[in-house]
């Protein structure tokens, strides 16, 4: 692997201010405390930081920023408020986590913003304490689970009582206006907040628009995110010997990324040799052999609950690549490549597909889903599609500064022996495109 220049930093804002590694604040400016109830990132974390040059967040001005994204959008469409069920969006409204993976499946947690930024935040039971650090929630409240397992035969009354009080909420942030976004809801709470009348509308569209742009704290909590990704990346790649299993492998990036204060991955696609076609197979006990290739997509929810999506594939073993896997690698390669090169602030969507990369006829019908998608606090708006399924599943937006995404490809034959994943993390600028990834492509795939 040509590692040289690996985590070099590139972008002029990636100054850290020694002041904030000091005394009561950690350099992101939440509290020094050893007890406290905020997760956060580690000190490894902001040790490696520091010498990789790359700047934490400021958390309050974040935070502040986001709220304002969403209200912006509240504002635009007449809308009283939001209510919110995806624990990703309650992340964005409010930075508070609390069992997001359970609380995914398990709807346990709501959050309303108003139209003038009132955060209310119904969380789990005897929860209230998890939030009390946020000058931004208002009020902390309970009640808001109402699905089968929580409350069996009585599900529609919780339901009703929750409905009645968010029309109080309503009444009071609203006054005459009843409209409101909502993103996701048991049916239960759906059809009570409908028999009193609310005006619903879609609560993901609002949340997806907010949350496409990002600030300048959150593009540096995104660059911490990517940096520590990265590291556990090259301690897999060292890992990826003959003999270990694909599971091996991949328990490496999990808990390097728990020891850094990330938190969860959103999948585990990974496999090797054969298992690398098609695309999509998660790692398992296989025991990877010398010669054949392994490749993976991170799909990780690092530090800041900011994703880092990052895609690579590389040859177990000390030996030569086959000519094949040379191919495979160098079209994937030069694939997002020309993808990112062409991409600038003011471009449609469509204008991206027309003017993107066609893959070779070999490689269509196994083509990735898109050719580059959003990505903030998970995978997100928008979504860019190839030409191939523009009509059915191609929408039309418009690229702005501050804007991430994920540009990828997976190229690999129908019946093919083997494929290869690639993908980086790009951020849209004023001028262009600033490409957020470090992590070095493999050399010996490249050469001729």
């Not at 912006?72 to 069992?99: C, H, W």
């Not at 959150?218 to 911490?224: K, L, S, T, V």
């Not at 010669?291 to 609950?305: M, N, Q, V």
């Not at 090169?341 to 469509?350: A, C, D, E, V």
Request: charged content about 25%.
């Amino acid at each position: 692997m040509n590692s040289a220049g690996m985590f070099s930093s590139v972008s002029s804002n990636r100054k850290i201010d020694p002041s904030r590694r000091r005394g009561q604040f950690k350099p992101d400016g939440s509290l020094n405390d050893n007890d406290r109830v905020e997760i956060g990132p580690t000190e490894l974390a902001f040790a490696e930081w520091e010498a990789l040059g790359i700047t934490p967040p400021t958390l309050e001005r974040m935070r502040e920023y986001r709220l304002q994204r969403i209200v912006a959008e509240l504002q635009k469409r007449d809308l009283a408020g939001v209510l919110l069920f995806d624990p990703l969006n309650i992340r964005y409204a409010t930075d508070t986590t609390n069992m997001q993976l359970w609380i995914t499946h398990n709807h346990a947690r709501a959050c309303f913003v108003s139209a003038a930024g009132h955060v209310i935040l119904w969380d789990f039971h005897n929860c209230e304490h998890l939030s009390a650090h946020l000058p931004l929630v208002k009020e902390v409240r309970g009640g808001a689970a109402f699905f089968y397992f929580e409350t069996g035969n009585k599900t529609e009354q919780h339901a009703a009582r929750f409905a009645a009080e968010v029309q109080s909420v309503l009444r009071e942030h609203g006054g005459s206006n009843n409209r409101l976004a909502v993103d996701k809801i048991e049916m239960a709470g759906f059809t009570q907040l409908q028999r009193l009348g609310i005006e619903m509308s879609d609560g993901q569209e609002v949340m997806e628009l907010a949350r496409a742009v990002k600030n300048e704290d959150e593009i540096n909590a995104m660059r911490c995110s990517i940096a520590s990704t990265e590291i556990a990346m090259k301690l897999m790649q060292q890992a990826s010997v003959p003999g270990v299993t694909e599971n091996d492998i991949w328990s490496i990036l999990h808990a390097e990324n728990i020891r850094r204060g990330g938190e969860w991955i959103e999948c585990r696609i990974l496999s090797s040799g054969p298992r690398t076609n098609p695309w999509f197979q998660e790692c398992g006990p296989r025991v990877v052999q010398a010669g054949e290739l392994l490749a993976f997509d991170s799909d990780l929810i690092g530090p800041y609950g900011i994703c880092a999506d990052i895609s690579r594939t590389w040859l177990i073993g000390d030996g030569e690549p086959t000519a094949e896997q040379k191919h495979l690698y160098r079209v994937a390669y030069d694939h997002i490549q020309h993808n990112m090169s062409i991409l600038k602030p003011g471009m449609s969507f469509r204008e991206v597909t027309e003017a993107g990369l066609l893959l070779p006829e070999p490689y269509r019908a196994q083509r990735y889903g898109v050719m580059m998608h959003g990505v903030g606090l998970c995978d997100e708006y928008p979504c860019i599609r190839y030409p191939e399924d523009l009509e059915c599943h191609g929408y039309d937006g418009v690229l702005e500064p501050g804007m991430t995404l994920c540009v990828e490809a997976y190229v690999g034959a129908v019946g093919g022996k083997e494929g290869v994943k690639l993908e980086d993390q790009v951020l849209i600028t004023e001028n262009g495109v600033e490409n957020l990834t470090r992590y070095p492509f493999e050399s010996a795939l490249l050469s001729d």
